[in-house]
């Protein structure tokens, strides 16, 4: 993933094709969406966790116990390196990093650098800091919950809020989005049977692919808006078939519980992926979905969430 270069111009691009209500990219009269089922399968992520969810619940005290339990190291040393970034608590990337280098304890060193992906690349909101959101999920993996569905949902509301304002940062995945996008939209020979080799990583293939890097974001602008269905590869090649969840409980729409907020997405605009027809489903109670996890009642909602 550290390897995958993220075309800045080609990315504020795709941004101005993000369609805030439905949850997609509107290219056209074509729709087309990142699905949880290839979220889960570019990082390889085990499909016996896709049905245990995260949500958050927090607590200063927890975050300092539970960055305690990662890193090995004492609570005074936890307490004295926590810093406030706006409205979170974090722990700057050089302390993680001074760790990673002379952590007595091997096992130790794996889990802080992978913390520091997660800090630094997949929620990247902080810069230079992991926040204590992430801190909390990353404690929760071990325990056998997805973080696909939190991946997703904080693209989603990053995509969303850029769009909104046409401007800021975004706080995704931007790596992930850029592999996503590449497997749909050129086509190139690939040998199907390698998908289900164990040894098979999409994200390595991805990263080992040389790309322009000299397309100005108003040519990109011009070729997504000139898109036809014909140039898309609405099956990725690195995608085996199996079960999708398209819609939840009496929905049409599925909600995603993140890190910092909730949204849902609308994987009924995405089944031609599954040589499917494709629907345009109702708008009706999608607002209500979308809230950041501040204010009084935010925990409630979570829990209504969390029981569809």
Not at 183 to 210: C, M, N, T
Request: glycine share 6%; with cysteine.
């Amino acid at each position: 993933m550290l390897d995958i270069r993220v075309d800045k111009n080609l990315f504020r691009a795709l941004v101005q094709f993000w369609n805030s209500t439905y949850k997609c990219f509107a290219f056209g009269e074509t729709d087309l969406v990142p699905t949880m089922e290839e979220y889960t399968t570019l990082p390889r992520c085990p499909k016996i966790q896709v049905r245990k969810t995260y949500a958050w619940v927090f607590s200063s005290q927890t975050f300092v116990k539970k960055l305690m339990s990662i890193s090995g190291m004492s609570e005074p040393w936890v307490t004295t390196r926590i810093q406030q970034k706006g409205d979170s608590k974090c722990i700057p990337w050089e302390n993680l990093r001074d760790l990673i280098l002379t952590h007595p304890d091997e096992r130790k060193r794996v889990d802080i650098f992978a913390l520091s992906i997660y800090g630094l690349v997949i929620f990247p909101k902080a810069l230079r800091h992991v926040d204590e959101a992430v801190i909390d999920l990353f404690d929760r993996l071990e325990k056998g919950i997805t973080p696909v569905p939190a991946i997703l949902a904080e693209t989603f509301r990053s995509l969303s809020s850029c769009r909104k304002t046409g401007k800021g940062r975004f706080i995704g995945c931007a790596q992930l989005l850029m592999a996503w996008f590449h497997g749909h939209f050129w086509k190139v020979d690939k040998v199907s049977y390698r998908v289900f080799s164990e040894g098979y990583f999409p994200l390595k293939e991805e990263a080992a692919i040389q790309r322009r890097e000299d397309i100005s974001e108003e040519k990109w602008m011009d070729i997504l808006q000139n898109l036809q269905e014909g140039d898309i590869e609405w099956k990725v090649y690195w995608m085996v078939p199996d079960e999708i969840m398209y819609r939840c409980g009496n929905f049409d729409w599925v909600p995603l519980l993140g890190i910092w907020g909730a949204t849902e997405y609308t994987p009924l605009l995405a089944l031609k992926k599954y040589k499917s027809r494709q629907f345009v489903p109702t708008t009706y109670g999608l607002a209500q979905s979308e809230f950041s996890f501040k204010g009084a009642h935010y925990k409630k909602r979570v829990r209504e969430l969390s029981d569809a």
